[in-house]
């Protein structure tokens, strides 16, 4: 049975940093590309950054320099460290698995979902 599960969203100042998780079962993240993706409202769907099989990285305009994906294989989990927040970053943020590789900052076909973690940003 395949699961995405996020977390570590959560309320924080514009300027500050949160680290959010993407835990996954019933498969291995470096067997998959795994991409983050965030949803404000009014807004559609984006992708935020992708992690490819072969560890390349991307990221999204908006988000370069700021946020970092990373993966810890022993705990088969990716992370999405966001650091200096503004308040456009406030959105729901989900995690993604593929067996296709990165077309930028996201997936070339998404395959599982996880159900998102809500990101609020106060100024």
């Known amino acids: 049975e395949v699961q995405l599960v996020e977390s570590g969203g959560g309320l924080v100042q514009a300027g500050g940093s949160l680290r959010l998780s993407c835990a996954a079962s019933?498969?291995?993240?470096?067997?998959?590309?795994i991409g983050w993706f965030r949803q404000a409202p009014g807004k559609e769907r984006e992708g935020v950054s992708c992690f490819s099989r072969d560890g390349r990285t991307y990221y999204a305009d908006s988000v370069k320099g700021r946020f970092t994906i990373s993966g810890d294989a022993a705990k088969n989990t990716v992370y999405l460290q966001m650091n200096n927040l503004k308040p456009e970053d406030a959105a729901v943020y989900y995690c993604?698995?593929?067996?296709?590789?990165?077309?930028?900052?996201?997936?070339?076909?998404?395959?599982?979902w996880g159900k998102g973690t809500l990101v609020t940003i106060s100024s």
């Open positions: 993604a698995s593929s067996s296709y590789g990165c077309r930028g900052p996201k997936p070339a076909l998404i395959e599982y």
């Open positions: 019933g498969f291995t993240f470096d067997d998959y590309t």
